[in-house]
């Protein structure tokens, strides 16, 4: 069963503005793409559209937050985290502001829109911030509690969500455990560690299934929040099985390939493989397309699997 990102967050803005009675939400002219229309339309009164000026909406979110109430600003992933970067850096970050980024479109699955649309480095770009929590939900099922826990701390943290329509693996919302810092194991395994986000989880439960039918047992584990990392579940995944595959719709420098690999090598290096955009743009074309060209797949996270294991026995 497929769900879509932006809808159950359109129901996520709605439920949090129930839930923070004084939540404010900011955007740039992109209420219907966010589905930020629907808090618009609930909560008229804390709803602030700026038109097509980022820069502006970040200094408007970080000037509503010295009040003291929780403030998100919403915006596609390219220009919610890389055009107002110096905004974000010096008027949320550093005075440690409660603005939430809420991002969509992140990856190349956003598809047609093309590379300038394809926020392919905002995760290496928001964890470079200090004060800065790094988020990203593995399906639309996660949204809800994902958003939840970011508004639930204090200070600036940035959400990141896919465009495309993506398989449902968190059914019941009522189960999840949405902890910040905190990874979900999927999955256990003793041979090998698929470690990924976003889109990028479900395709790792696929390779595992394939994996299984040669007795390779795959741990898959959906790491969800970047920034702070959860080390203790890396560790040990890295000392139980020996060989860690990372899988996500980012650049393979400085994302989650980047996280991962700090901490194995500053405490228990193993071997490790990526599954990431190998430094390139994307293109335009269809979201599955995008994905298929540029190896964004289960079958490739196979693969990938294959090779660190095959290090790891000669190691």
């Known amino acids: 069963m497929q769900g879509n990102y932006r809808e159950n967050l359109g129901e996520a803005f709605v439920k949090m503005g129930e839930e923070f009675k004084d939540l404010v939400v900011v955007t740039a002219d992109v209420s219907k ?14 709803f602030f559209s700026v038109g097509i000026a980022e820069a502006n909406a970040v200094g408007i979110a970080a000037g509503l937050a010295t009040f003291g109430i929780p403030v998100i600003f919403t915006a596609y ?7 107002p970067f ?15 980024i809420v991002a969509t479109h992140g990856g190349v699955n956003v598809g047609q829109d093309g590379a300038t649309h394809q926020a392919i480095e905002d995760i290496a770009i928001m964890r470079a911030i200090p004060n800065m929590t790094v988020v990203s939900v593995a399906d639309p099922g996660e949204v809800t509690s994902a958003l939840r826990a970011i508004l639930s701390i204090k200070g600036p943290a940035y959400l990141r969500l896919a465009r495309n329509n993506s398989e449902i693996i968190h059914e019941n919302e009522d189960q999840i455990d949405f902890r910040i ?4 194991v999927l999955r256990n395994g003793s ?3 698929i470690m990924a986000i976003g889109m990028m989880v479900y395709e790792a439960i696929i390779a595992a299934d394939k994996l299984a039918k040669e007795n390779i047992h795959t741990r898959v584990v959906n790491i969800r929040t970047i920034k702070p990392i959860d080390r203790d579940t890396i560790d040990e995944a890295a000392k139980e099985t020996g060989a860690i595959v990372v899988a996500e719709d980012h650049n393979c420098f400085g994302g989650l ?4 690999a700090e901490v194995l090598v500053s405490n228990t290096p193993v071997p490790m493989e990526s599954v990431s955009l190998n430094d390139t743009f994307g293109r335009s074309g269809e979201a599955f397309q995008i994905l298929k060209k540029y190896k964004l797949t289960a079958d490739e996270i196979y693969k990938k699997a294959k090779i660190a294991i095959s290090r790891k026995q000669n190691s």
């Open 33 to 46: 793409s966010t589905k930020s229309i629907k808090f618009k339309e609930k909560y008229p009164e804390r």
């Open 77 to 83: 992933a390219v220009f919610a985290a890389e055009k």
């Open 86 to 100: 110096e905004q974000i850096r010096n008027m949320i970050a550093y005075p440690n502001m409660n603005v939430k």
């Open 181 to 184: 810092g905190k990874a979900e």
């Open 191 to 193: 041979d090998v560690t």
């Open 257 to 260: 390939t980047g996280a991962i």
